[in-house]
């Protein structure tokens, strides 16, 4: 697919970017930055990365909108319901109804709270680690309150614990605030705890990165998972060289570690 920047423009945004400390593009898919930029562009009232080059030179917040703005924040609740279904199957057949679960590029916090509500629900305790590199977004996430329009039927069957706020939100109930903690922390430059986590989740954020970047992020977060543990990842995304992680395929979208 032909990019839709000029190769000389493009890689003097990525220079910039790298040289200042703002971004380091190289790590992220080509293709997959480029659609967004030129949103971001769109949004912001430039036309060309030159201006944009400029604009970021004069204003420092401008970088920290863009660093945002293409930091993907996409999520939903139990998204893709049958990869949930079949992640608690494996989970309760295997004996393990609590424990560490680290939810990586957690987003909004859409992730991390439909396992509390999945577990929860089976009177399961688990101590959940929700992480993504975005301050904003943590701290919006925390609150455990989400929009009106995010609610599904897939949430009627954890009505017990959730609450209506008003008619224009809603919230978990008091005790996930004490079973998920929140943190900033970058997967391209930050290593999670070492066999720590019996489930580790990260959906739908290995296909943003270069391949060589997503070799990093996936020796980061096998290297959290203890023996046993499993890795839950996006429906579409593939690991066709799992082995190689130390990983066995034991269901669409789920492996456990075995070394």
Same mark, same amino acid.
């Not at 929009?147 to 008091?174: C, G, H, T």
């Given at each position: ?5 000029? /190769?000389?423009?493009? +890689?003097?945004?990525? +220079?910039?970017? *790298?040289?200042? #400390?703002?971004?380091?593009?190289? *790590?992220?898919?080509? *293709? ?12 912001? %009232? ?21 660093? =945002?703005?293409? !930091? ?18 494996? &989970? $309760?057949?295997?004996?393990?109804? %609590? %424990? ?23 009177? +399961?305790?688990? =101590? ?8 904003? !977004?943590?701290? @919006? ?14 949430? /009627? ?8 706020? /008003?008619?224009?939100?809603?919230? &978990?109930?008091?005790?996930? $605030? *004490? ?7 970058? &997967?391209?430059?930050?290593? %999670? ?26 020796? =980061? ?12 990842? #996006?429906?579409?995304? !593939?690991?066709?060289?799992?082995? @190689?992680? #130390? ?8 492996? @456990?570690?075995?070394?």
């Amino acid at each position: 697919m032909a990019s839709r920047f000029p /190769d000389i423009e493009w +890689h003097a945004l990525v +220079h910039y970017l *790298d040289h200042e #400390g703002f971004l380091f593009l190289q *790590d992220y898919r080509r *293709d997959q930055v480029e659609r967004r930029l030129w949103g971001f562009l769109l949004r912001e %009232g430039y036309i060309r990365l030159p201006d944009l080059i400029e604009g970021l030179h004069r204003d420092r917040d401008l970088a920290t909108r863009l660093k =945002n703005f293409l !930091t993907v924040h996409v999520s939903e609740f139990f998204r893709d319901p049958p990869y949930w279904e079949r992640l608690a199957e494996r &989970l $309760h057949a295997t004996g393990v109804t %609590g %424990g560490r679960a680290w939810s990586a590029g957690c987003s909004w916090g859409a992730e991390p709270a439909s396992f509390w509500l999945m577990e929860r629900l089976h009177g +399961h305790l688990w =101590n959940i680690w929700a992480t993504d590199t975005d301050s904003v !977004t943590i701290q @919006q996430a925390k609150l455990l309150r989400y929009p009106k329009d995010s609610l599904s039927p897939l949430l /009627d069957p954890y009505r017990s614990l959730w609450r209506q706020d /008003d008619d224009d939100s809603w919230s &978990l109930i008091s005790a996930a $605030h *004490d079973d998920i903690r929140w943190d900033t922390h970058d &997967l391209l430059v930050e290593k %999670g705890p070492v066999r720590a986590f019996d489930v580790v989740m990260s959906r739908y954020v290995l296909i943003y990165f270069s391949h060589e970047a997503r070799r990093r992020v996936l020796e =980061n977060l096998v290297s959290a998972i203890k023996i046993g543990g499993f890795l839950f990842i #996006g429906a579409t995304e !593939t690991l066709l060289d799992a082995r @190689q992680f #130390g990983l066995e395929a034991v269901a669409p979208a789920l492996f @456990q570690r075995y070394v």
